[in-house]
């Protein structure tokens, strides 16, 4: 194998790893903050690629398309958290479980009725068709590519916000702890919904640019949910830095297992046997990495600070 | 207890069996009706409707009703369905079926409630071999056969180095067996992916690096179309030329539109095979739903009217299976591929295309290059011990 195939599945694997991250960041904040463990959290995600997708296509403009799809889950998620979430802060992790898988199968149902049961096709826009040569010989998809300048960026974004700004400031005061924030004369509920439009919107991001490479289908949001969770679980619950660090590490280590896993199993077994081994091994890796990182460190990489 | 006994009575002539020369027939069409394998399963129900509608809504003469299924492509799904099926909607008939992992998982019980069923797609080796059954007939090919005429094209044309990918199932490992049955070039690779994949870029970087002369896939519905785009995509659509089999169809060609152009693919009819009987079809389908029937449509529209010329040949007395089979042994239907027969397994005896997926005014459509096989029998017909009807 060459080092130019190293480099392209590196790059495969760190933009599948940002689309996680977005999904990731917003759960991990949840969490962290609240200490609500969010299943709706995918439907949020599949709801941002149909409206993404179907308003796209009938106004040719995917500016009008993203900025209907991020104000759609923002308008969500605020009434998503004031109606439902409210009920649940104070409840079990289970009581939040059981509810916002309810609510997953409700949208799920909900997009077949809105959009109906076959799955939507989305569109690359036409700027981002095409590929750019990254190294000269070396052409790469342009959509590709714009996914991890955009995940990057989000990223940096989010990182200022939550390290320099007031209101990461009360953030991170609102995770560590509610009570005295609160005594303190921060608005928390204020923050709380602000917190999950801000997640809504990371999820309804990685959900539109999700569009046109995975397919627009009710019930798209559940696989990528559960990674999302592994990445979570990987990073620590509740850390940015750590959803960042584990979600580019799951990205990568599932691309890498699907492209060289089956030729490295080939060097020491039969072909026949690695055409089967291969696989179905590599489809379990970053479970076999969660199952060793939690072993050795259970409460991931990098845990939240202490309440 | 009187009232008790009339009702119990009443219940039983309910649940009481289609009597002899059947005052109506049901039957039962399971196939993909969510998610992205519904691009093929819907012009399979809208075509199995437009035949209901031409029969006008009568089956051999007698009045007739099809109950559809969504299987979701899921086999305990469409186990579900069958049960309903045969238990509650007393179906006389059982058809459509997209997916070979839902009709392995049918099977058995369909056979043992002797209950005729009609595959309009999915045709496994195990069922056109040593499993084979008097009561299953078949409208479409048996799984290998397109990717078997794919085989004998490229080798005909002399095309070697061949980068060989499927999804990892039941269809996927037959297609495979199928095109190297009979490719006698050099395969460079075979991948089988996970079934309902969608994101195929690590796949398709390590096809780049391969750089092998042609591609041959089989990745039918949703998963051909993110493959084919995705493939476009990554600029190699133009580089490596891509041999498909039920991947780039008139199902996916909405979604691909440009990706596709180019493609070469093979099967057993496209919506541009020149047949009387097919352009008559294509034009009543283009009315009434508005787009372009796939072969998964066109071979949904012989099961129905496969079923009419049977009931008609035993004049509505569906109780005489022998009868009955017999008489859709025969394929006495005026198929959209013209005239088809019967193998012993009870798959059909037909000819195989290869398609070109052209530009054609604003869409794209697959026109049919060059007959591949004439009047081709399916590899597995030989391991059929054809049950005798009881």
Same mark, same amino acid.
């Given at each position: 194998m060459s080092s130019l195939l190293v480099l392209e599945q590196l790059l495969n694997g760190v933009q599948f790893g940002i689309m996680? =991250?977005?999904?990731?960041?917003?759960?991990?904040?949840? =969490?962290?903050?609240?200490?609500?463990?969010?299943?709706?959290h995918g439907s949020v995600y599949m709801v941002g690629a149909y409206v993404c997708a179907s308003t796209f296509a009938a106004t040719g403009s995917v500016v009008v398309g993203i900025a209907a799809a991020i104000a759609a889950s923002i308008v969500i998620g605020i009434l998503v958290e004031t109606v439902v979430f409210r009920a649940l802060y104070h409840r079990e992790h289970l009581d939040q479980v059981l509810a916002t898988f309810g609510l997953t199968l409700v949208f799920n149902d909900g997009v077949r009725v809105v959009w109906g049961s076959t799955a939507l096709y989305a569109a690359v826009p036409a700027f981002l068709s095409g590929q750019v040569a990254i190294l000269p010989g070396f052409l790469y998809p342009t959509y590709r590519l714009a996914i991890i300048v955009v995940g990057l960026a989000v990223g940096a974004l989010l990182s200022l916000l939550i390290a320099r700004t007031r209101v990461g400031m009360l953030i991170r005061a609102g995770a560590s702890n509610r009570v005295i924030a609160a005594a303190l004369g921060v608005n928390i509920t204020l923050l709380y919904t602000l917190v999950f439009a801000l997640g809504a919107a990371l999820a309804a991001l990685s959900g539109l640019m999700a569009g046109p490479i995975f397919t627009v289908e009710s019930g798209m949001g559940d696989s990528i949910l559960i990674l999302a969770f592994v990445v979570i679980v990987i990073g620590g619950l509740g850390s940015i830095r750590g959803a960042f660090v584990a979600s580019l590490l799951v990205g990568v280590i599932d691309t890498m297992g699907r492209a060289f896993l089956r030729s490295l199993l080939a060097l020491v077994m039969a072909p026949t046997v690695a055409d089967n081994a291969g696989p179905a091994l590599a489809s379990m890796l970053i479970y076999l990495v969660m199952a060793v990182i939690l072993f050795l460190r259970p409460q991931g990489l990098f845990p939240a600070r202490v309440r | 207890m009187r009232a008790s006994l009339i009702a119990a009575a009443a219940a039983l002539a309910l649940v009481a069996g289609p009597?002899?020369?059947?005052?109506?027939?049901?039957?039962? *069409?399971?196939?993909?009706?969510?998610?992205?394998?519904?691009?093929?399963?819907?012009?399979?129900?809208?075509?199995?409707?437009? +035949?209901?509608?031409?029969?006008? !809504?009568? #089956?051999? !003469?007698?009045?007739?009703? #099809?109950?559809?299924?969504?299987?979701?492509?899921?086999?305990?799904?469409?186990?579900?369905?069958?049960?309903?099926f045969l238990e509650k909607d007393r179906v006389d008939f059982i058809t459509g079926i997209l997916g070979s992992n839902v009709l392995l998982a049918i099977y058995q019980p369909v056979i043992k409630s002797k209950t005729i069923i009609i595959s309009a797609n999915s045709g496994p080796h195990q069922i056109a071999g040593e499993m084979c059954s008097p009561y299953f007939f078949s409208t479409a090919t048996q799984n290998d056969e397109g990717a078997e005429a794919m085989g004998q094209y490229m080798t005909d044309a002399k095309i070697t180095d061949v980068y060989a990918m499927a999804p990892n199932y039941a269809a996927g490992k037959d297609m495979i067996a199928g095109f190297k049955r009979n490719f006698k070039g050099n395969i460079s690779a075979e991948v089988y992916t996970t079934f309902g994949q969608h994101d195929y870029q690590a796949e398709i970087s390590q096809i780049r690096a391969a750089n092998p002369k042609a591609v041959f896939v089989f990745y039918p519905g949703g998963m051909g179309i993110q493959f084919v785009k995705q493939y476009a995509e990554a600029g190699l659509k133009d580089k490596i030329q891509l041999y498909s089999i039920y991947t780039a169809d008139e199902a996916a060609i909405p979604a691909l539109q440009d990706a596709a152009?180019?493609?070469?693919?093979? !099967?057993?009819?496209? +919506?541009?095979?020149?047949?009387p009987r097919s352009r008559a079809y294509v034009a009543a389908f283009r009315k009434k739903y508005g787009y372009t029937p796939a072969n998964y449509g066109a071979d949904s529209f012989d099961a129905i009217f496969l079923i009419d010329s049977a009931?008609?040949?035993?004049?509505?007395?569906?109780?005489?299976?022998?009868?009955?089979?017999?008489?859709? +042994?025969? +394929?006495? *239907?005026?198929?959209?591929r013209g005239d088809l027969s019967y193998n012993v397994n009870h798959f059909p005896i037909e000819n195989f295309y290869l398609f070109k997926i052209v530009k054609d005014g604003e869409s794209y459509a697959l026109k049919p290059e060059h007959t591949i096989f004439t009047n081709y029998k399916d590899s597995y017909a030989k391991d059929c011990k054809m049950p005798a009807v009881e």
């Open positions: 996680l =991250f977005l999904m990731a960041a917003g759960l991990t904040l949840v =969490f962290g903050i609240m200490n609500l463990i969010n299943l709706a | 009597v002899l020369g059947a005052d109506k027939i049901k039957i039962g *069409f399971v196939t993909t009706l969510s998610g992205p394998e519904a691009v093929m399963g819907n012009p399979m129900r809208d075509s199995a409707d437009l +035949a209901l509608d031409m029969l006008g !809504g009568k #089956i051999g !003469g007698v009045p007739a009703e #099809i109950v559809y299924g969504d299987d979701q492509q899921k086999p305990d799904v469409g186990r579900q369905i069958i049960e309903k152009a180019g493609n070469y693919t093979a !099967g057993n009819w496209s +919506a541009d095979l020149d047949t009931v008609k040949a035993v004049k509505g007395d569906l109780a005489d299976k022998k009868a009955l089979i017999a008489a859709m +042994a025969k +394929a006495d *239907f005026p198929s959209v």
